[in-house]
């Protein structure tokens, strides 16, 4: 079974900068480079949004909102995939999570997809 966890959320000040880790495990490697991963967030009162997209065979996908500010990246060796954010504003606070599935469009257009992590907190204030 496919576990997902993050680290790396935290409290930090608007215009600062976090990064968050997604490790997974009870995955092997060549199976790991296969799937894409993908990076959601959640505020309080809102839906789930699609923040950004990596597979091992593409470009990155990101949201509009995260454009030039967020990178996502991913270490295959490691089974593990980064959300590097930068400039981050009030309106970044949410719960992240990662996600992982076979499919990319699952993970883009976020529809049955697989494999959830817990999710880890992201407060920007102001």
């Known amino acids: 079974q496919v576990q997902l966890v993050e680290s790396g959320g935290g409290l930090v000040q608007a215009g600062g900068s976090l990064r968050l880790s997604c490790a997974a495990s009870g995955i092997t490697f060549s199976s790991y480079s296969s799937f894409a991963m993908g990076w959601f967030r959640q505020a309080p009162g809102k839906e789930r949004e699609f923040v950004a997209a990596?597979?091992?065979?593409?470009?990155?996908y990101y949201a509009d909102s995260v454009k030039g500010r967020f990178t996502i990246s991913r270490d295959n060796a490691k089974n593990t995939v980064h959300l590097q954010m930068n400039s981050l504003k009030p309106e970044d606070t949410a719960v992240y999570s990662c996600?992982?599935?076979?499919?990319?469009?699952?993970?883009?257009?976020?529809?049955?997809?697989?494999?959830w992590g817990q999710g880890t907190q992201v407060t920007v204030s102001s």
């Open positions: 996600a992982a599935d076979s499919n990319l469009w699952n993970i883009r257009y976020q529809r049955n997809i697989h494999y």
């Open positions: 990596v597979s091992s065979s593409r470009s990155p």
